[in-house]
């Protein structure tokens, strides 16, 4: 953090270690209130957190969520998924539903930065972004018909591409 405000940076870091930290190693609680003011302290100022989450079907997980990250009195970031790990081709009817509760929760609970996120791993490693683009469409239909707002979007896509090292391969 230090680092970062040295060369004028806004670092932001996925929150999950904090709640793994007040909660006995688990990301997801039904009660925000595990998040203290120790464990608030323990964010450097200058450090924006983003709760992440790829998997709930129904909002009522995210809304726990989004109250539980407004408890570090900082601006919540959410990053969703697009799903596109599982496979040689994106679950795209598992994104929908997905990114519609996750969307519903954000908005209500005044989430206005938002990333989506396309993994490239799993068997999804050579899937181009276009993979995504059911998701990003959910996404754009709800912002031109105004039911939600963003301060901020971001596209984010992360392909992992590995060479496997064995005797004798070049």
Not at 23 to 39: D, L, M, Q, S
Not at 131 to 141: G, H
């Amino acid at each position: 953090a230090d680092l970062a405000k040295k060369y004028d940076f806004e670092p932001m870091m996925w929150s999950d270690m904090f709640f793994r930290l007040a909660n006995h190693g688990e990301y997801y609680t039904r009660n925000p209130e595990i998040i203290t003011e120790e464990i608030v302290k323990c964010v450097p100022d200058n450090v924006e957190l983003v709760y992440w989450d790829y998997y709930q079907k129904e909002r009522e997980p995210y809304d726990r969520m989004i109250e539980a990250h407004k408890r570090f009195k900082k601006p919540v970031w959410f990053a969703g998924g697009a799903w596109t790990w599982t496979g040689f081709t994106p679950h795209n009817n598992l994104s929908n539903i997905i990114t519609k509760s996750a969307m519903s929760a954000c908005r209500d609970g005044g989430v206005e930065n938002i990333f989506l996120t396309c993994w490239g791993d799993n068997g999804g490693e050579e899937k181009s972004c276009k993979a995504a683009c059911e998701a990003l469409k959910i996404l754009d239909e709800w912002r031109k018909n105004g039911i939600f707002f963003l301060q901020s979007f971001f596209f984010c896509a992360f392909f992992a591409k590995f060479t496997p090292k064995f005797a004798g391969y070049k």
